[in-house]
């Protein structure tokens, strides 16, 4: 019963908060102790390093933080390949590109850097890219 | 009194105040004007809270990226701060705008940019040796601390950008790391003049390049650019006298993720050339071709390195390295971040830095670049460091200002207010312009 009221009452204060805030009696003060749930996240510190004193300098894993491609067909085959020698933000840091310049890029990861994929490969990839990457596809 | 407030789900604790006391509730609640306050919380709070509410988009394009920095997320890595993130494997990581305020950015804010996947996570000083070899009378191999202790040291402030720094600016954009303003640092390097290896070793007649490479290395099969990533210099270049392997930055020894142990630092010239880790250093007796030198960070031989898609798609234009580092002037602040009091004096600050010399005009326009005045230079660290500015701004009237800033080096080159094009997204050097808004005082 206690919980009832308090959610009542709780109602009526958000309601009236922005009342209170908005025609405050001191002059000037427009609002005044707003906060809100932080949807941005945060970040932990990370710990100090454990050392040594010989001669090997070193530093802990560097962490991956990849963000998820777009569910669809051909993301699996993007995931083979691609990522043998990058990580998948090389596709999401881009912006929109046109389908050629996809194309062109795929050409390039194959033809100067040597990535062996199979033509039907490639072109599944670059079906993918252009399925989701391109001014008019890209929705994340 | 003790009030406990729901909002969006959240329970707040308000402690009792002269503004939510007793009377004054009641006084509202007999107002009526219970909605029309739930409507003015809304706006007002995404007004004055939005930064810290809403994030970026994830992305930018087609268009240009209208944000200071590149969009991506905050990272932290072994060694650093939180820094903007553009990928993860090969780290590549920007330096958020507000390091650039002073003249030096502190290592554990130096951006990071790697091009292949295995990059060193533990070095053995006890083990690792820089080789300089080739066309030499004799080789060398040279501990750290041998390099330390046989030559001369020598320090020098000087500024590393990554040649596709801005490229997210580029219409149409192109593909590449896509960099806002922050891929680049400043930073005091100390360390052995390359031309004192290079004397020590002997360089044979019939010389040409200098070839330099890191620990770094690729999955990309042997002979590929994705296996290993190797950058030259032309023996006549002037800049290798003024070329030093570094072994400190700012008085410390390099992050990992900057170069440990040592890295080239090539005064002037863009960061594709301070290769990271450095352990070769080979002297070639043939023009280098391999892939970083013929393909990669090649601009179009114009004035400016500009060009359009079509005359690339045309086959017309011819590609040549990248070289040294055209004139740039940022504004760190005032960054829009709060509105400005009118008639309020504000400080204009920021930095400027030239790859062909001493940096000696930095003007400032608060009318979106139709009328300039100059700017105050900062202390001078030599030709090839960030040279601050500063200049302090009346804004008299209420409204929108465009703020902008222009800077001139020795030689007359000055920032133009067009972009540039090319494929690589290379040499954007168009003067910078910040919106701010100025409210009203009275």
């Not at chain 2, 071709?289 to 090649?298: D, G, I, L, P, R």
Request: one cysteine or more; hydrophobic letters at 35%.
């Amino acid at each position: 019963m206690k919980k009832v009221r308090c959610i009542i009452i709780g109602f009526f204060l958000v309601v009236l908060i922005g009342t209170v805030f908005a025609e405050s009696e001191i002059p000037g003060l427009i609002h005044s102790g707003q906060y809100s749930q932080g949807t941005l996240g945060s970040v932990r510190q990370s710990s100090p390093a454990q050392q040594s004193t010989d001669g090997v300098y070193n530093v802990g894993a560097y962490p991956l933080y990849t963000p998820e491609l777009a569910q669809g067909e051909g993301r699996e085959i993007i995931q083979i390949f691609c990522r043998f020698c990058h990580s998948t933000t090389y596709i999401t840091m881009q912006p929109p590109l046109p389908a050629a310049t996809w194309e062109s890029v795929v050409n390039k990861m194959i033809d100067i850097y040597g990535a062996p994929i199979s033509e039907d490969s490639a072109r599944q990839i670059i079906n993918y890219l252009r399925t989701y990457y391109t001014p008019l596809t890209r929705k994340q | 009194m003790r009030l406990y407030i729901n909002i969006g789900g959240e329970v707040m604790l308000e402690e009792k105040s002269g503004l939510m006391s007793r009377r004054f509730l009641l006084k509202m609640i007999g107002g009526g004007a219970v909605l029309l306050g739930l409507n003015k919380l809304t706006p007002a709070s995404a007004q004055v809270s939005g930064q810290a509410i809403e994030s970026l988009p994830s992305f930018t394009g087609p268009d240009a990226n209208p944000y200071w920095n590149s969009v991506g997320s905050f990272v932290v890595y072994p060694q650093k701060l939180p820094l903007i993130q553009l990928t993860d494997r090969p780290v590549q990581l920007e330096t958020p705008r507000n390091y650039f305020l002073a003249p030096f950015t502190p290592n554990a804010a130096f951006y990071v940019r790697w091009h292949l996947d295995e990059i060193p996570n533990a070095v053995s000083l006890s083990d690792w040796r820089l080789l300089v070899e080739g066309n030499v009378e004799k080789s060398l191999a040279l501990s750290m601390s041998d390099l330390m202790n046989q030559f001369k040291p020598v320090s020098i402030a000087a500024v590393n950008q990554c040649s596709g720094n801005s490229r997210s600016r580029f219409q149409p954009r192109v593909p590449g790391g896509q960099w806002g303003n922050g891929a680049m640092g400043n930073a005091l390097f100390t360390g052995v003049r390359l031309k004192d290896l290079l004397n020590a070793v002997g360089v044979k007649t019939g010389s040409s390049q200098v070839q330099f490479e890191g620990l770094d290395r690729g999955r990309g099969p042997e002979g590929k650019g994705s296996h290993s990533y190797l950058k030259s210099l032309g023996l006549s270049d002037p800049v290798i006298d003024e070329t030093i392997v570094a072994y400190e930055m700012n008085g410390e020894p390099l992050p990992m993720l900057n170069g440990f142990p040592v890295r080239l630092v090539v005064p002037g010239k863009f960061a594709t050339y301070w290769t990271k880790a450095l352990t070769w250093i080979r002297v070639l007796t043939e023009p280098d071709t391999n892939y970083w030198m013929a393909k990669a960070y090649c601009i179009p031989n114009t004035p400016r390195g500009n060009t359009t898609p079509e005359n690339v798609n045309e086959g017309k234009v011819e590609m040549i390295p990248i070289g040294s580092m055209p004139v740039r002037s940022f504004i760190i602040t005032p960054d829009g971040s709060c509105k400005i009091p009118e008639e309020m004096p504000v400080s204009a600050r920021g930095i400027a830095f030239s790859g062909y010399g001493r940096v000696v005009k930095v003007e400032f326009s608060w009318d979106g670049g139709k009328f300039w005045t100059k700017a105050e230079l900062g202390e001078d660290y030599g030709q090839y460091s960030f040279r601050t500015w500063e200049t302090t701004w009346i804004p008299k009237r209420t409204g929108k200002y465009v703020l902008s800033v222009r800077a001139t080096d020795v030689k007359g080159n000055t920032q133009p207010d067009e972009g540039v094009w090319n494929p690589g997204g290379y040499l954007w050097n168009k003067i910078e312009r910040q919106e701010v808004f100025v409210g009203a005082a009275k």
